[in-house]
T-cell receptor, first 114, second 112 residues
Framework: SQTIHQWPATLVQPVGSPLSLECTVE??????LYWYRQAAGRGLQLLFY??????ISSEVPQNLSASRPQDRQFILSSKKLLLSDSGFYLC?????????????FGSGTRLTVV | DQQVKQNSPSLSVQEGRISILNCDYT??????FLWYKKYPAEGPTFLIS?????DKNEDGRFTVFLNKSAKHLSLHIVPSQPGDSAVYFC???????????FGKGTKLSVKP
């Protein structure tokens, strides 16, 4: 069966510290992978998506970056966190060739930058 | 510029009554629409979808209506239950691109 794992569930980091959030998918090959952020009053904002290993598209210019070192691994990073990076980060995948299925989301990471 | 709009941030409904959540979109290239349900501290879960070739799709207590000319869709929940209390996100995609564009969400509260 297809599953998606995202960790950690919660994270409190000081301003200026680095960030690494990891997401892995099981049960499917060559998925499209996505990072979303839910901030207060902003809904679900698409940050990055990837259609293959090493292929990253950025939707919103900002302090964050993403990488896909393996087919089913997606990493969200920052070298120096800002207060405005606080939010609920969600990883999602979509099985290739099946656009009508929408996305499957992970359980999310609540990031608080202090 | 928001392409998918949910203009009601919240909605309160009595248990057993109908809940109607609304969504508008601006991009006529969208041809697939979805509703997701999200509980606090969890990822959104897929609820129901509709293709632009249809104007209605029903799944149990949930029905989605699509009015292409008005670029409007709605989610009806009948009868509403307290467990339906959650944030509901409307989403749309263009088949050629596939990325989902989400609205800001509507928080539904179903009171016993």
């Amino acid at each position: 069966s297809q599953t998606i794992h995202q960790w950690p569930a919660t994270l409190v980091q000081p301003v200026g510290s680095p960030l690494s959030l990891e997401c892995t998918v099981e049960g499917t090959s060559n998925p499209n992978l996505y990072w979303y952020r839910q901030a207060a009053g902003r809904g679900l904002q698409l940050l990055f998506y990837s259609v293959g290993i090493g292929q990253i598209s950025s939707e919103v210019p900002q302090n964050l970056s993403a990488s896909r070192p393996q087919d089913r691994q997606f990493i969200l990073s920052s070298k120096k966190l800002l207060l405005s990076d606080s939010g609920f980060y969600l990883c999602a995948y979509r099985t290739r060739g099946r656009p009508s299925n929408g996305y499957t989301f992970g359980s999310g990471t609540r990031l608080t930058v202090v | 510029d928001q392409q998918v709009k949910q203009n009601s941030p919240s909605l309160s409904v009595q248990e057993g009554r109908i809940s109607i959540l609304n969504c508008d979109y601006t991009n006529s290239m969208f041809d697939y629409f979805l509703w997701y349900k999200k509980y606090p501290a969890e990822g959104p879960t897929f609820l129901i979808s509709i293709s632009s070739i249809k104007d209605k799709n029903e799944d149990g207590r949930f029905t989605v209506f699509l009015n292409k000319s008005a670029k409007h869709l709605s989610l009806h929940i009948v009868p509403s239950q307290p467990g339906d209390s959650a944030v509901y996100f409307c989403a749309a995609s263009k088949r050629s691109q596939g990325n989902l564009i989400f609205g800001k969400g509507t928080k539904l509260s179903v009171k016993p």
